[in-house]
Protein backbone atom coordinates (compact mmCIF):
# COMPACT_ATOMS: atom_id res chain seq x y z
CA UNK A 1 0.00 0.00 0.00
CA UNK A 2 0.99 3.60 -1.36
CA UNK A 3 1.27 6.37 1.52
CA UNK A 4 2.56 10.14 1.74
CA UNK A 5 4.50 10.45 5.02
CA UNK A 6 4.85 14.75 5.90
CA UNK A 7 7.24 15.76 8.52
CA UNK A 8 8.40 19.69 8.88
CA UNK A 9 6.07 22.48 9.13
CA UNK A 10 5.00 24.65 12.25
CA UNK A 11 5.41 28.31 13.40
CA UNK A 12 7.32 31.18 12.10
CA UNK A 13 7.34 34.52 12.11
CA UNK A 14 7.27 36.49 8.71
CA UNK A 15 10.70 36.42 6.98
CA UNK A 16 11.84 33.28 8.61
CA UNK A 17 12.43 29.40 6.69
CA UNK A 18 10.70 26.75 7.02
CA UNK A 19 11.09 22.98 5.30
CA UNK A 20 8.89 20.67 4.64
CA UNK A 21 9.59 16.81 3.59
CA UNK A 22 7.39 13.90 2.31
CA UNK A 23 8.55 10.20 1.88
CA UNK A 24 6.55 7.94 -0.28
CA UNK A 25 6.31 4.48 1.66
CA UNK A 26 5.83 1.32 0.44
CA UNK A 27 6.70 -1.32 -3.00
CA UNK A 28 7.12 1.51 -5.15
CA UNK A 29 9.66 1.98 -7.84
CA UNK A 30 8.65 5.13 -10.05
CA UNK A 31 6.58 8.45 -9.36
CA UNK A 32 6.17 10.19 -11.99
CA UNK A 33 5.20 13.65 -10.34
CA UNK A 34 5.52 14.43 -6.99
CA UNK A 35 4.88 17.79 -5.15
CA UNK A 36 3.05 20.07 -3.19
CA UNK A 37 -0.31 21.49 -2.50
CA UNK A 38 -1.93 24.19 -0.04
CA UNK A 39 -4.92 25.23 1.21
CA UNK A 40 -5.56 28.62 3.55
CA UNK A 41 -8.77 28.82 5.63
CA UNK A 42 -12.08 29.87 3.62
CA UNK A 43 -10.00 28.79 0.26
CA UNK A 44 -9.40 25.67 -2.11
CA UNK A 45 -6.56 23.89 -1.97
CA UNK A 46 -4.19 25.14 -4.92
CA UNK A 47 -1.04 24.13 -6.18
CA UNK A 48 2.53 25.30 -4.39
CA UNK A 49 5.26 23.58 -6.42
CA UNK A 50 5.52 20.09 -9.06
CA UNK A 51 8.54 17.99 -9.72
CA UNK A 52 7.75 16.36 -12.65
CA UNK A 53 9.97 13.65 -13.59
CA UNK A 54 12.10 14.66 -16.76
CA UNK A 55 10.86 18.06 -16.64
CA UNK A 56 11.42 21.39 -15.06
CA UNK A 57 10.29 21.86 -11.74
CA UNK A 58 6.43 24.50 -11.98
CA UNK A 59 5.90 26.62 -9.23
CA UNK A 60 3.17 28.77 -8.09
CA UNK A 61 3.36 33.05 -9.05
CA UNK A 62 3.12 33.34 -5.36
CA UNK A 63 5.95 31.73 -4.15
CA UNK A 64 8.30 31.82 -6.92
CA UNK A 65 11.88 32.89 -5.89
CA UNK A 66 11.12 32.30 -2.31
CA UNK A 67 10.22 28.41 -2.30
CA UNK A 68 12.09 26.06 -3.31
CA UNK A 69 11.36 22.06 -3.99
CA UNK A 70 13.28 19.05 -4.76
CA UNK A 71 13.28 15.40 -5.36
CA UNK A 72 15.33 12.51 -4.08
CA UNK A 73 14.01 9.69 -6.03
CA UNK A 74 16.48 7.04 -4.60
CA UNK A 75 14.68 8.05 -0.94
CA UNK A 76 10.93 8.78 -2.53
CA UNK A 77 11.19 11.74 -1.50
CA UNK A 78 10.19 15.48 -2.11
CA UNK A 79 10.84 18.80 -0.11
CA UNK A 80 9.97 21.99 0.42
CA UNK A 81 12.75 25.16 1.62
CA UNK A 82 10.22 28.06 2.37
CA UNK A 83 12.20 30.96 2.53
CA UNK A 84 10.97 34.71 3.22
CA UNK A 85 7.62 33.51 4.54
CA UNK A 86 4.80 35.76 4.37
CA UNK A 87 1.33 35.45 6.45
CA UNK A 88 -0.65 35.23 3.52
CA UNK A 89 1.79 31.82 3.29
CA UNK A 90 -0.33 30.75 6.27
CA UNK A 91 -1.81 26.79 5.26
CA UNK A 92 -2.19 23.68 5.94
CA UNK A 93 0.44 22.27 3.35
CA UNK A 94 -0.30 18.63 1.31
CA UNK A 95 2.36 15.94 -0.24
CA UNK A 96 1.10 14.75 -3.25
CA UNK A 97 2.13 12.36 -5.36
CA UNK A 98 0.38 10.12 -9.06
CA UNK A 99 1.85 7.87 -11.63
CA UNK A 100 2.46 5.67 -8.96
CA UNK A 101 4.50 2.00 -10.09
CA UNK A 102 4.60 -0.61 -7.99
CA UNK A 103 6.31 -4.31 -8.83
CA UNK A 104 2.21 -5.69 -9.29
CA UNK A 105 0.47 -2.13 -10.02
CA UNK A 106 0.15 1.37 -11.37
CA UNK A 107 -1.65 4.16 -9.52
CA UNK A 108 -2.35 7.17 -11.82
CA UNK A 109 -4.54 9.08 -9.64
CA UNK A 110 -3.03 11.51 -6.90
CA UNK A 111 -2.41 10.05 -3.46
CA UNK A 112 -2.14 12.88 -0.59
CA UNK A 113 -0.22 12.82 2.38
CA UNK A 114 -2.32 13.99 5.97
CA UNK A 115 -1.20 17.74 5.30
CA UNK A 116 1.50 19.65 7.58
CA UNK A 117 0.03 22.80 9.20
CA UNK A 118 2.01 26.35 8.22
CA UNK A 119 1.55 29.16 10.24
CA UNK A 120 3.17 32.55 9.63
CA UNK A 121 2.74 35.64 12.30
CA UNK A 122 3.56 39.43 11.51
Known amino acids: QVQLVESGGGSVHAGESLRLSCVVS????????MGWYRQAPGKERELVAE???????QYAEAVEGRFICSRDNAKKAVYLQMNSLKPEDTAVYYC????????????????WGKGALVTVSS
Open 51 to 57: ARTGSTI
Open 26 to 33: GNVYRILV
Open 96 to 111: NARGIATETSYYGSDH
